[in-house]
């Protein structure tokens, strides 16, 4: 059984539809990439994903449970966390403050040091505000955030945005290392060939639909593929 399943997803804005009639899974330990090209529906995806837009229609569908029917902080709450692509700590709070404020923790000390393990440059640094932090342990601090729950699913959109080539491989690197976590991953990304590395299994999204869906390694195999959404 797939962890989250989407069948016959719409979603948009106003009378408008972005994603029109979009099917795909991720199960248990994978790493899933959408890719496409900018205006292909990814980050509409991502938002109805996490119940973030207004006129969604279809299912959705987390590990037996309906997400249609619940609104976006309650997604948290059955076990999903989120990294948007901006904003994704508080600058004006310490490092271990923007770790207290994560929703849905059991015991909320024990599970620091456990992030601690996990982090520990965050460690080192948790009485420093966010916003002194640097890209890379900035991104760090956001992940651990999300996995402060012990989510199923992290749902990670453009983690890689803005960040330096040598801070891009970083984050990449922390991503494929979320399923020994215990977190299964939802990543939608620009650097589609990066991505598609580190993945099981991948989705090409254009005009808000799925045009080519295979295994990672054999999407990045698949020239005519390439060339039209990767870049070449």
């Known amino acids: ?21 979009l099917d795909l899974h991720v ?7 959408i890719a496409g090209t900018n ?9 109805a994903v996490m119940g973030l837009l207004a006129r969604v229609a279809g299912e959705i569908d987390l590990d037996g449970t309906d997400l249609m029917a619940l609104p976006a902080e309650d ?15 508080f600058a004006s709070l310490t490092v271990e403050e923007n770790l207290l404020v994560a929703e849905g923790v059991g015991d909320v000390r024990a599970r620091m040091a456990e992030i601690h393990d996990m982090f520990p440059a965050l460690a080192e640094r948790r009485r420093m505000r966010a916003g002194a932090l640097s890209g890379g342990e900035r991104q ?19 983690p890689t945005a803005a960040l330096s080539p040598a801070l891009v491989d970083q984050v990449f690197t922390l991503i494929e290392g979320l399923p020994k976590l215990g977190a299964a991953v939802l990543l939608v ?44």
């Open 1 to 21: 059984m797939s962890l989250l399943t989407l069948r016959n997803v719409r979603a948009g804005y106003g009378d408008t539809d972005i994603v029109t009639g």
């Open 27 to 33: 199960d248990d330990a994978e790493i899933v990439t």
């Open 39 to 47: 205006g292909s529906g990814k980050s509409t995806l991502v938002k």
């Open 75 to 89: 997604r948290i709450r059955v076990g999903m966390s989120y990294v948007p692509q901006v904003a994704n700590v």
């Open 140 to 158: 760090q601090l956001a992940f651990a955030r999300a996995l402060m729950p012990g989510p199923k699913l992290m749902v990670l959109d453009e």
């Open 189 to 232: 990304e620009q650097r589609a060939r990066q991505a598609l590395q580190i993945s099981d299994r991948g989705y090409i999204l254009d005009q808000g639909r799925v045009v080519l869906d295979d295994e990672a390694q054999a999407l990045l195999a698949d020239d005519r593929m390439a060339e039209l959404y990767l870049g070449g």
